[in-house]
């Protein structure tokens, strides 16, 4: 039975302090480091904002709340400008690009300091361009010829989207008894009431967006309420690998 999350107050808490350090000191992080990280944090918190100041926010406030990742849309207007400034102002967290589909896109991403790349598809020259690169690379399936062609391609990850609303848990559950081998990022549809039962059902994470940071919750530097939201998705990815 999925536990059930206690529900406190989301009172705001103080900002956090902003730093300057240089692009290198940013980019320190390898390969690994980043795998090992999402492997275990278990969430992937995505974003879509249109000014430094908002993603900055966002990425000072859920790393504050335990969660130091960020995954910045690459649709967003300016994304590329906003993965630099966010890389260079906040060291501590790993910053990557989200819908990227294309080469030309992924190598800006990459220049302007993204630590991994995902999509919602499988683009295969991406996925080859970023594994040369020796970046994670999470890329999109959602059926069995999906997962097995994108994981021939050597990624470290594959996302299934958008899981939350074709097939839910039992669908991974089976996708992950077809390919055990394969870590599967559960996305597209994840909220509150389902990610226990998708890391339940063997997703080694969670890629959530707005159900995580809200977009009111940016505009209106709630950083109380984005904290509160992260405490019960982490609390159900503990509860899910205890089980």
Partial sequence: MEPVLEVVS??????????????????SFTRQEVRSRIEELGIIPSVLVSTTDDALFAAEAIARAGI???EITSTAPEAIKLISYV??????VIVGAGSVHDVETARCCLDAGARFLSGDGLDVDTVKFAVQANTVVIPGALTPTGVINAW?????????VPCGHIGGAGYLK??????PAVPMIAAGGVD?????SFMAAGAIGLGIDVELIPREAIWQRQTGRIAELARRFRLAVTHAREK
């Fill in 10 to 27: 989301l009172e705001d808490v103080s900002p956090i302090a902003v730093t300057s350090p240089s692009l290198e000191l940013a980019r």
């Fill in 68 to 70: 130091p990742i960020l």
């Fill in 87 to 92: 890389v260079q102002h906040a060291p501590d």
């Fill in 152 to 160: 021939k391609l050597n990624p470290d990850f594959v996302k299934i």
């Fill in 174 to 179: 089976d996708l992950k008894k077809m390919f």
């Fill in 192 to 196: 509150q009431r389902t990610a226990f």
